[in-house]
């Protein structure tokens, strides 16, 4: 731990490579790069040390470095499959005892939410502090690490902890760490839209969204895409046909035990 107070950073992960949809990073949002959208969304988040771009070592990626540089921030690369060694690797080179985890693919990750949990984490020294439930489907949430716990779990973990969902050892051993659960700001908890990225229809959406919203605000927030969901129903039917990842749902089964544990 760092001397005074604690340094935390929110740490956005992204990457080129996509199974369903290669790219996504850089589809334009009114005119814009989905993660230049998302990074400049993160630096006005409070409570905060800095935002950090974590891409991989990847040649393809430098478009993704590239970019986060332009845009002022700093980038880390580091391992393309371990992400979450790319997380712990990331956090010593940036001297960050604590890490919000952000997903390159959710451009409205909402910002009032990581100020509350990061306010939590802290007050309760905590190793671990998220949003439970099906809220994460929506692609709106990030969650705060310390970077011990990180660490803990890369070293105690086998290789599905280590793929892209960063926090699985956490919510299987929470007995090792100590795990804080907050909860969503009254009005966001609408599971029946998806605002993440991960297929070409997720696109579509957030183009709408974007195109839309745009005029009022650069940087609408995640309750300006909801009032516009719900006055416009015809935009969420855009992907409301798609699935979920089945390592997302895994990681909401898990939660039901967390809860219970510390209801």
Not at 13 to 31: E, Q
Request: aromatic share 4%; with cysteine.
């Amino acid at each position: 731990m760092s001397a005074g107070h604690p340094r935390v950073f929110v740490v956005v992960s992204a990457r080129m490579a996509s199974s369903r949809c290669p790219g996504k990073a850089l589809a334009p949002l009114a005119g814009r790069p989905l993660l230049a959208v998302l990074l400049e969304r993160m630096a006005a988040a409070r409570g905060v040390e800095g935002v950090v771009l974590a891409t991989s070592v990847s040649p393809e990626n430098d478009a993704l470095a590239l970019l986060g540089e332009a845009g002022g921030f700093r980038v880390f690369r580091g391992d393309e499959e371990d992400v979450l060694r790319r997380h712990v690797d990331c956090a010593r080179a940036i001297g960050a005892d604590h890490v919000v985890r952000v997903t390159g693919d959710n451009p409205l990750t909402d910002v009032e939410t990581l100020e509350s949990l990061v306010a939590l984490h802290l007050r309760e020294r905590a190793d671990y502090t998220y949003v439970p439930g099906d809220a994460l489907l929506m692609g709106i949430l990030s969650e705060v690490v310390s970077r011990g716990a990180l660490e803990g779990s890369w070293e105690r973990g086998e290789a599905r902890h280590r793929s892209e969902l960063v926090t699985l050892y956490l919510k299987e051993h929470p007995d090792e760490f100590r795990v804080v659960t907050g909860t969503l700001p009254a009005g966001l908890y609408r599971p029946e839209y998806r605002l993440t990225v991960d297929e070409p229809a997720d696109v579509v959406l957030m183009q709408e969204v974007f195109a839309r919203l745009d005029g009022a605000s650069r940087h609408p927030s995640t309750r300006d895409a909801i009032a516009l969901l719900d006055r416009e129903p015809a935009l969420a039917r855009i992907n409301a046909h798609l699935h979920h990842k089945p390592a997302n749902l895994r990681s909401v089964a898990l939660d039901a035990g967390i809860v219970g544990r510390r209801g």
